[in-house]
């Protein structure tokens, strides 16, 4: 089994994928759809929450609380402006 490394910058852009893609999701749902793994990445959304890429915020189930994510304007600018961009000029690795 071949284990690829992703680029934090394609990480980053993942997140913002799937929840344009989803419009908002649960910290869970987002974590698997991206295949990240929520102890070793939650510092990534914490980051990108404080740099108001994407919006955290907080839904009540019943006697829990849910952590919900969607893409900021700010985050749909960047990832228009800079990251589609820079996918284009550097792809990621297909040959595995």
């Known amino acids: 089994m071949v284990h690829e490394y992703r680029d934090r910058i394609y990480i980053r852009k993942d997140i913002m994928l799937k929840l344009s893609e989803y419009g908002e999701l649960n910290q869970s749902k987002l974590m698997s759809y991206c295949g990240l793994n929520n102890v070793k990445h939650k510092e990534i959304l914490d ?7 994407i919006v955290r915020f907080e839904e009540a189930w019943g006697n829990k609380t849910i952590i919900k994510y969607k893409v900021s304007e700010k985050g749909r600018g960047i990832l228009r402006e800079i990251l589609d961009p820079y996918e284009a000029l550097f792809p990621r690795r297909e040959d595995a």
């Open 47 to 53: 980051d990108m929450v404080k740099k108001e890429l």
